[in-house]
């Protein structure tokens, strides 16, 4: 069992950054693999980036390519999504999930994968 609490959302104006922190307790997290998805008013939810349960596999959404960052520290049991350049278009709530037993590339950007998700944080860019 795993608990998911995002942090690190709020306004930023276009060409900004801002640091997204998925905190979370539980027992094994490190074995989990970690995804970051987003979803716009009226919109589905997206995928955005994920990360491997070590961190030697990413994988992001071309929308963010070049501009957002997955990391993770499995010490503090924390992952974190780093956001630069943002467009207004970002703007949407984020949401971490997790999942164990991840193995093909398609796997870790279907949501339908991931078991365990946070309550998600506010991302709004002004232009």
């Known amino acids: 069992q795993v608990q998911l609490v995002e942090s690190g959302g709020g306004l930023v104006q276009a060409g900004g950054s801002l640091r997204l922190s998925c905190a ?6 490190s074995s989990y693999a970690v995804a970051w998805f987003r ?5 589905e939810r997206e995928f955005v980036e994920a990360i491997n349960w ?8 071309d ?3 070049g501009r957002f960052a997955i990391s993770r520290d499995n010490v503090k049991n924390t ?3 780093q956001m630069d350049s943002l467009k207004p ?6 949401y971490c999930a997790a999942a ?3 193995h093909s590339d398609a796997s870790f950007s279907s949501s339908v994968e ?8 506010q991302v709004t860019v002004s232009s």
């Open 24 to 29: 979370a307790s539980g027992r094994s997290f």
């Open 39 to 43: 979803q716009a008013l009226g919109k």
């Open 54 to 61: 070590n961190g030697g596999r990413t994988y992001y959404a």
């Open 63 to 65: 929308s963010v390519k």
């Open 79 to 81: 992952v974190y999504l």
């Open 89 to 94: 278009e970002d703007t949407a709530v984020y």
């Open 100 to 102: 164990r037993g991840l």
């Open 114 to 121: 991931y078991g365990y998700w946070g309550q998600g944080t």
